[in-house]
């Protein structure tokens, strides 16, 4: 409306805002910490039930793999998407790739990427399922170093049990 006003008084050249458009256009995009909750949870659950989904579908001959594959990988980053509501796209690629998350992250996206590939160029089965296996095992790494002292806890429980 501030623009309109401008723009009919012949004030549009001046620029006395003082916030960039970088700033303007984050404006612009938050969210209420409602919608910002209900985003969050419907992008989790959906992840929770596309790995649920296609875990079930494994057992499906000939095209369970795959289905398999896909659904297993769309709800590993739907699950990490869900954090982007909380936290923001940016902040969550800071801290995706931060010092005591950078390699967690590597080992999900790539055993990600080669679930796919194993699923679908390889039709390898062992290979897909050892790479869930590990693109899971990365996700629950990468999720625990948000907890304090979780991985801490994680490790001294493993050297117990050995």
């Known amino acids: 409306m501030d623009k309109l006003k401008r ?20 404006q612009a995009s938050t969210l209420a910490w ?25 057992w499906i001959p000939r095209v369970g793999l795959a289905v398999f594959a896909v659904l297993y990988s769309v709800g590993n980053v739907s699950a990490l ?8 796209p940016c902040r969550q690629l800071k801290t995706m790739c931060a010092k005591e998350r950078a ?3 590597v080992i999900m996206m790539v055993c990600l ?3 796919l590939c194993a ?4 039709k390898n089965n062992g290979l897909a399922l050892l790479f869930c296996v590990l693109q899971f095992l990365a ?3 990468y999720g625990l170093s948000y907890i304090p002292f979780a991985r801490d806890g994680v490790m001294k429980l493993c050297s ?3």
């Open 160 to 162: 117990m049990c050995v």
């Open 119 to 122: 699923a679908f160029w390889w």
């Open 7 to 26: 723009v009919l008084s012949g004030h549009d050249g001046e620029n006395n805002d003082e916030t960039g458009i970088i700033e303007r256009a984050n």
């Open 113 to 115: 990427a080669l679930t």
């Open 81 to 88: 998407a869900s954090t982007m509501f909380l936290i923001g």
């Open 34 to 58: 409602g919608t910002r909750m209900k985003g969050f949870i419907v992008c989790f659950v959906l992840g929770i039930v596309c790995s649920v989904l296609g875990s079930c579908m494994l």
């Open 103 to 105: 390699l967690a992250t």
């Open 139 to 141: 996700f629950a790494w």
